[in-house]
């Protein structure tokens, strides 16, 4: 979506492998969503940044997942030793007004 | 019990008629309520804000009944654009009560509108 840039927009892991999923979103946004939305369901809350700090990780599945924003603007989401439930659209998202999200276009894993 | 509940459907519709469908949220406290859509393999982005009095837009109706903790919209004049996945979408004020820092997302009503 406008404003917000997902890259890679699709990913193949084999099974074990760690990937990187980035989310570069326009100058000047303080906060910072990642969801998870595996097929059939709705986005799930993963994490939530103002700036750089990491205010809520509490919708991380598993300590295999990693989000950081180090700098406060481009964010990157890690998943180490990758699982097939892992297999999901990653939603990178910032806020647009009171309660208004808009989403980046997602990084879709497939997980082998 | 899941935050937000939708009947996930498909809602096969003819074109031109009118379809509904609500969602439920568990939580009393909610503050806000919208609905998304999201076309298939694309984001989700706001259809419309749900309002306490009901608000209308266009061909597009939500309703709120804070009473038995649901929403509610109605389509009429159902187009062929309009097939898509319809996301409840409620703010539980997880942090200051207001802002994006709260929403929780149902998993979707399916809608395909026939010719």
């Known amino acids: 979506g406008a404003g917000v840039s997902q890259s890679p927009r699709y990913k193949v892991a084999k099974r074990g492998q760690d990937v990187a999923l980035r989310c570069d979103p326009i100058?000047?946004?303080?906060?910072l969503f990642w969801y998870q939305q595996a097929l059939g369901q709705g986005p799930e809350f993963l994490t939530y940044?103002?700036?750089?700090?990491?205010?809520?990780k509490s919708g991380l599945p598993s300590d295999r997942f990693f989000a950081e924003r180090p700098e406060g603007s481009v964010s990157t989401l890690k998943i180490q030793r990758t699982q097939q439930e892992d297999s999901a659209v990653y939603l990178c998202?910032?806020?647009?007004?009171?309660?208004?999200?808009?989403f980046g276009a997602g990084s879709r894993l497939t997980v082998l | 019990r899941k935050e937000v509940e939708q009947d996930p459907g498909p809602f096969n519709v003819p074109e031109g008629a009118t379809v509904a469908f609500n969602c439920t949220y568990s939580?009393?406290?909610?503050?806000?309520f919208f609905w998304y859509r999201q076309d298939c393999r694309k984001e989700p982005k706001l259809l419309m804000s749900v309002y306490s009095s009901g608000n209308e837009d266009g061909r597009f109706t939500a309703q709120l009944n804070r009473a038995s903790q649901y929403i509610s919209l109605l389509i009429r004049d159902s187009k062929l654009s309009d097939s898509a996945t319809y996301l409840c979408v409620v703010n539980m004020g997880r942090y200051s009560g207001g802002g994006a820092d709260g929403l929780t997302f149902g998993k979707g009503t399916h809608l395909i509108i026939q010719p």
């Open positions: 100058s000047g946004h303080v906060s």
């Open positions: 998202a910032i806020p647009r007004g009171a309660n208004v999200l808009t």
């Open positions: 939580n009393s406290a909610s503050q806000s």
């Open positions: 940044f103002q700036n750089e700090a990491q205010l809520d």
